[in-house]
């Protein structure tokens, strides 16, 4: 029976990844902001199969209280062997080009309160010696491009400190996850014109993330064909590439 806990657990994607969790009778430990959206969700796992389900209700942002939740949610579970952290924004790439705290709120929902967490979260699976954690970064991180480098450069954050906390845990026993996610049909995206075959719906990116974290996959990108699609976009020239309206 697994232990997972679930950071950004009333996401799509989060939830999606939690519903196969509760059909498999898993214990589950949810933390978000929304008391309400967690309900919601709590109500529909236990339905699902889950044999426990716990909520914290937290804000990602407020780094002071961090430690109290994470000791918490080990606390409820004992043993975790899984741990998703799935919160972020998409962010206002304008307004962040004219204010800086706005930018800084934005590094701050996507890169560095992922890192925090994941320096306590990292401390304690090392002593533990098991488990996955499976963190969502995000293709946008592979290369800054006009329309959304601040969102990007903070997936981009990401990334280069999941591969080195990889590296570090790797001899513990824990695999970390990074997921690289293209375009997905989520309330997040709800402003983005959507369709076309680029786009995937959370319940599909849900199955290939419990399918990475099972495989103890490095880094994964979802749909696959994104891996093929951001290598040419990295391999553009740079004196084309500054050119492009992407």
């Known amino acids: 029976m697994s232990r997972v806990l679930v950071i950004g657990a009333t996401s799509a994607i989060a939830h999606a990844c939690s519903r196969i969790y509760a059909a498999r009778g898993a214990q589950l430990v949810l933390v978000g902001r929304s008391a309400q959206k967690l309900a919601g969700c709590a109500d529909d796992l236990r339905v699902l199969g889950a044999t426990r389900i716990e909520v914290l209700q937290a804000d990602a942002n407020d ?22 952290i799935a919160h972020g924004s998409l962010s206002d790439q304008a307004q962040c080009q004219q204010s800086v705290p706005a930018l800084i709120e934005e590094f701050n929902t996507n890169a560095l309160s ?16 098991h488990g996955s ?16 480098y601040v969102y990007g ?25 990074t997921i690289k996610p293209g375009f997905v ?4 995206t709800a402003a983005v014109k959507k369709g076309g075959p680029l786009w995937a719906k959370p319940d599909a990116v849900a199955s290939g993330i419990v399918q990475a974290i099972e495989k103890r996959r490095g880094v994964v990108y979802l749909p696959w064909f994104w891996q093929y699609i951001m ?4 391999l553009i020239p740079e004196f084309v590439f500054k050119r492009l309206s992407l």
Do not use: C, H, Y
């Open 114 to 129: 992922a890192m925090a967490m994941l320096t306590l979260i990292a401390n304690k699976m090392e002593k533990q010696g």
């Open 153 to 177: 450069s903070a997936k981009a954050a990401k990334t280069a400190f999941l591969g080195g906390l990889r590296a570090r845990l790797f001899k513990s026993g824990v695999n970390v996850v």
């Open 63 to 84: 780094f002071a209280a961090q430690p109290q939740w994470i000791d918490k949610a080990f606390d409820i579970l004992q043993r975790i062997d899984v741990v998703l």
């Open 133 to 148: 954690i499976a963190v969502i970064s995000s293709v946008a991180g592979d290369r800054g491009r006009p329309t959304n």
């Open 185 to 188: 049909d989520t309330p997040m």
């Open 231 to 234: 290598l040419i976009i990295k």
